[in-house]
């Protein structure tokens, strides 16, 4: 429950409060008044006056449903009392005296000029105000004009407070229906940002899963058909399985760490996890080598520093670039290029030569006719960050990426290692 709702629940309902004022009007009605000093003499009580008070107090209780109604019956029922002389007339030989009666007609006239309309609250003060004090002074032989414009002045004052308080009433609505929607935005732009984190995440995984089970699975291949030739062979391309599955566990385990801690504190994956850099290519590109792919790696250009965002989404096309050619062309020949352009860009190519006659591949022909989510993930990564993403097979053969990346402006040069050759 928001804070918004808290505060409403607080407030009294309005339908006890049209109940009180409906008991206040009636019991006020059920006093017997004191006969005025020189004036004509008031009827003794008896079941009508009974009748008369409760009907000029008991609807109130409903005033909400029916307004204008309530405001004409409680009026009728105060102009009845008066006319069979129950109570005193507002104005008199005595002077000024407003009864309780007369106060329900004023308390039915302020709720509807707070509850209706603006149509219908011009109707109460053109039509409905102006009749009740004409009545007023027909009622009464003497003092007319006194109880008329006594009358006109006690409802207008209640009407009039009444649209006041109906406007305030409306800008707090308003308030409140705009602090609503701007709690409502921001519950939407933090599910949106906790599910842009959960594709991060959902990328961040893709990545380590399909490039270290590619390597596991390339390796274990190599293993198995070493074994009776080579056992030392085989023992070193086990042992380098066991290092690759021990570092993907434990980039998941961090990875799941923070997503369990994240959710714990705040109820979404916030922290950041520490994110490969252009360092770790040379040691992506060493562990690719240990699965059979014969890769080149080159570094042209004077290297510049680049934002976390950026260098991250360099290495995983890197790193993707070269787990598709493994799963799909085998053990054959890539090169990996970072070329370091003088026009504020870096460009990043990984092409290889294509699968080689009688090469077996490591997955299963299904596998390779997949649905292309990491070529979707490259791409979107790259867009994230301002750059291109090109990939096509080659006229001669073999598959190639080409990504193109921004660098900004002021970078100063990093310590980005380049390698030549194999």
Known sequence: MTYLDSIARRRVPQAVVDMVLALLVMVGGLAVPEQPAGGPPLSHPDTWRLVLALLSGLPLAVHRKWPLAV???????????????????????????????????????????????????????????????????????????????TTMILLIAAWALGRLSGARKALAQDAVEKAAALEREQ????????????????????????????????????ADRVQDRDAAKAHELHHIIEQTGRAAVGELRQLLHVLRTDENEDGAPGRQLPQPTLREIPRLVASVRTAGLD???????????????????????????????????????????????????????????????????????????????????????????????HTGPRPDGGFCVHATVPVPAGSECGTTEGEQGP
């Open 295 to 389: 890769v080149d790696f080159t570094s042209r250009g004077e290297p510049a520093q680049l934002p976390a965002g950026s260098e991250l989404a360099v290495y995983r096309v890197a790193q993707e670039a070269l787990t598709n050619t493994l799963k799909h062309a085998g053990h054959t020949r890539a090169r990996l290029s970072l070329d370091w352009g003088t026009d504020r860009s870096l460009t990043v190519r990984v092409c290889d030569e294509g699968r080689r006659p009688g090469t077996i591949l490591p997955t299963p022909r299904a596998a390779v006719r997949g649905a292309g989510h990491g070529l979707v993930g490259m791409r979107e990564r790259i867009a994230a960050i301002g750059g291109a993403l």
């Open 187 to 222: 519950d939407a732009n933090a599910r949106a940002a906790v599910a842009q984190e959960r594709a991060r995440i959902a990328r961040e995984l893709h990545d380590i899963v399909a490039h270290n089970v590619s390597l596991m699975v390339v390796q274990t291949i190599a």
């Open 71 to 149: 405001l004409l019956s409680v009026a009728a029922a105060v102009g009845a009392m008066q006319a069979c002389h129950y109570v005193p007339p507002p104005v008199g030989p005595a002077g000024t005296s407003i009864g309780v009666p007369y106060l329900g007609v004023a308390v039915a006239t302020f709720l509807t000029a707070v509850r209706s309309s603006r149509r219908v609250a011009t109707i109460v003060v053109t039509a409905v105000i102006p009749a009740v004090a004409v009545a007023e002074a027909l009622i009464e032989p003497g003092f007319r004009t006194a109880n008329a414009v």
